[in-house]
């Protein structure tokens, strides 16, 4: 009588043992196994981390195996279980494979595949056709789309993190409660005793550092002794945490009047405005998407206040980025004065203070939350819909989308929800946020989600005129990377580009995005394709995907935003007084009682903290522990990109020794695999 040996591994994660039943039936070309239960005596089977093996006889050989049936029914209470994967040995002592990576919950069943990726049109018996179709069926009704607000990126139709597919669960939803996280980094920070004292402002600058926690050689340091100067105040559109928004100037707008006499104190080489801007030594910083803005009215008590404020950008002989003219409105006007370096200090400095508050709720709303979060969450409900977990373009995604919904979920649920934390401390709380993504999508292009196009787009591509946009160089070489390695891929399963126009669920994919990016108060469903012809259009397709869940979102926000947003003053997350309409009024208590008080102030130092904190266990890019692949040419192709990232991290930190400001946000050792927090 022949007999199988089937080897079970469970995950290691917390509560992924069981003590129900487990079944498994083995599904050949030549027949079926009976089902056959999984037990050994006097053992306990399943527990978390075991890797356990049993003997499935059988009557007759029954060819070539093509699926695995697990089952699992109710010993005494429903016990989840986590299968990471399932392996067998035939009697001619062949080992096949059978990735899992599922959770089975309740009185449950799940079908398995072996490991080898295959595309649709691959598939020629029947059977392995009707499973692939009943798999996308299943998740078609489970991955719903979602409209959590008008005008949003479509989401998973989940209210709360526990109604979310289990498999696309937190481990442990208590690790990402915002509400506990933020309080217990507001009691961890020593601030617990200021966290309810809202309208109480500070009474000076050094008052803010009774809450700043001092982490000795780290930039937020540094930022703290350095930010008011201009320097500081230029270098971080470069490479701060929003280092998206600067753009060359070739036109000065018509809406900010700046003149020749107003800033030539601040120009160094002997040129006008307009040569200066001519010769590319001019940038702008625009927040125009903060205009008309509703501010946050929650708290009868504090009114708050935001601005839409541009900011002209000069690049001096010795290669700084120094502001030189700053309004605080769109419309030009008597009381819309333009800023300039050789006004009163504090004149200059609370403009300055005003353009870090635009600065903060543009890269909050938008450049993090809609770029990284939402666009990624897009693309992870598109891919569960209509990619089978056979798919090779699912094996490839499933590491980059790992917790993307999850952590969207609970922001929705406790975060940016009405009466959510963002409420308490952000001047966008309490609707603003909602009217700036939805201003924001309209201009949401595929193109701007390419990082080289992204670049090129604001003119900021040349190396010798920013000499240290280290976000962008670090960015190129991340972007180039990680291409190289979905190119590699792509060319193993498809030999053509027919190949890949033949590929219904790839085209399906594409086509869920470009639908659930679409509509009335949308960009023109154009912008996003609507059909893949060639293997280099889906490279930069997934490219994009990957790079946005990964490096993208590790420079956006990532694990360093404590560094620039923990000093109150140079990130402020609401202010308290209108912006100033006049000159010569500003002093050091008007900019005290405009900055945040000590409660908000409290909750802004908690959220930095909590966000930057980085996930236990946390998978960085090119780390790919599950192995949805099995085949050697894609094994060699991971570690191929694994040591191109290695080389890219060893440069950074080269090039970072001894600097005062080093930049890291693009190092690969320091980007986590995925949107996960």
């Not at 580009?497 to 679409?518: C, P, R, S």
């Amino acid at each position: 009588m022949p007999s199988y040996t089937v080897t079970v591994s469970t995950g290691s994660q917390w509560f992924a043992g069981t003590d129900d039943y487990i079944y498994i039936t083995l599904v050949g070309t030549e027949g079926c196994s009976e089902k056959t239960l999984l037990d050994k005596a006097l053992y306990n089977d399943f527990e978390r981390g075991a890797v356990d093996s049993y003997a499935v006889r059988v009557e007759e050989n029954l060819g070539d195996i093509l699926l695995v049936k697990i089952e699992k029914k109710k010993y005494w209470v429903h016990d989840d279980w986590y299968c990471k994967y399932i392996t067998v040995k035939t009697p001619s002592g062949d080992y096949i494979e059978f990735p899992c990576f599922l959770w089975l919950v309740g009185d449950n069943e799940v079908v398995l595949r072996d490991g080898r990726a295959f595309l649709p049109q691959d598939d020629k018996t029947s059977l392995v056709k009707r499973h692939r179709q009943k798999e996308l069926e299943a998740r078609r009704k489970t991955y719903r789309w979602k409209e959590w607000q008008p005008g949003f990126p479509m989401s998973i139709d989940a209210n709360r993190h526990k109604d979310l597919p289990r498999d696309i669960q937190f481990d442990s939803e208590k690790g990402v409660d915002f509400v506990l996280n933020y309080s217990k980094a507001i009691e961890n920070l020593c601030v617990n005793q200021f966290m309810h004292m809202f309208q109480s402002s500070w009474s000076d600058f050094g008052d803010f550092e009774r809450i700043f926690v001092r982490i000795q050689n780290t930039i937020s340091e540094y930022v703290m002794q350095h930010w008011k100067e201009d320097f500081m105040f230029g270098y971080q559109f470069l490479n701060g945490c929003n280092p998206v928004v600067i753009q060359k100037c070739t036109k000065l707008p018509e809406n900010f009047p700046v003149t020749d006499e107003m800033v030539s104190v601040s120009l160094e080489r002997d040129l006008t405005l307009q040569e200066e801007i001519e010769a590319g030594n001019v940038y702008i910083a625009d927040y125009e998407v903060l205009a008309d803005i509703k501010p946050n009215s929650t708290d009868p008590c504090t009114l708050q206040y935001l601005a839409a404020p541009i900011c002209l950008i000069y690049k001096n002989i010795e290669n700084k980025i120094l502001p030189i003219a700053i309004q605080l409105g769109q419309t030009p006007g008597k009381n819309n004065p333009i800023f300039l370096p050789t006004d009163s200090e504090y004149d200059w400095l609370l403009a300055k203070i005003w353009v870090r508050s635009a600065d903060f709720h543009y890269h909050q709303t938008i450049t993090h939350l809609l770029r990284t979060h939402l666009m990624t969450e897009v693309f992870a409900v598109a891919m569960y819909r209509q990619l089978p977990a056979v798919h090779p373009v699912y094996k490839l995604l499933i590491p980059h989308i790992r917790f993307t919904m999850a952590i969207n979920t609970k922001a929705r649920e406790q975060l940016i929800c009405e009466c959510g934390i963002f409420d308490k401390a952000n001047a966008t709380g309490g609707g603003g946020h909602v009217q700036m993504i939805q201003k924001a999508m309209k201009s949401l292009t595929f193109r701007s989600l390419c990082f080289p196009d992204m670049i090129k787009s604001r003119g900021v591509d040349d190396q010798k005129e920013l000499p240290t946009y280290f976000y962008r160089d670090d960015g190129y070489q991340v972007w180039e990377a990680t291409k190289s390695f979905v190119s590699d891929v792509v060319h193993i399963y498809y030999t053509s580009d027919e190949t890949l126009q033949e590929d219904e669920e790839i085209q399906a994919f594409v086509k869920d995005v470009e639908i659930v990016l679409g509509g009335e108060d949308r960009k023109p469903q154009g912008e996003f394709p609507k059909f893949l012809k060639s293997r280099e259009a889906l490279i930069e397709y997934l490219t994009v995907i990957v790079f946005t869940a990964s490096a993208q979102h590790a420079a956006l926000f990532g694990h360093k935003s404590y560094d620039w947003c923990s000093w109150i003053p140079n990130a402020p997350s609401t202010m308290r007084r209108p912006p100033p309409t006049q000159k010569g009024l500003a002093n050091v208590n008007l900019i005290i009682e405009s900055l945040p008080d000590r409660g908000r102030s409290s909750w802004h130092l908690g959220a930095v903290w909590a966000l930057s904190q980085y996930q236990e266990g946390e998978l960085y890019l090119g780390m790919y522990p599950d192995e949805h692949f099995i085949e050697k040419p894609v094994k060699a192709a991971m570690e191929k990109f694994s040591k191109q990232l290695a080389e890219i991290s060893g440069s950074i930190k080269l090039r970072n020794d001894g600097k005062k400001l080093p930049y890291y946000n693009m190092s690969p050792d320091k980007i986590p695999n995925s949107v996960a927090v």
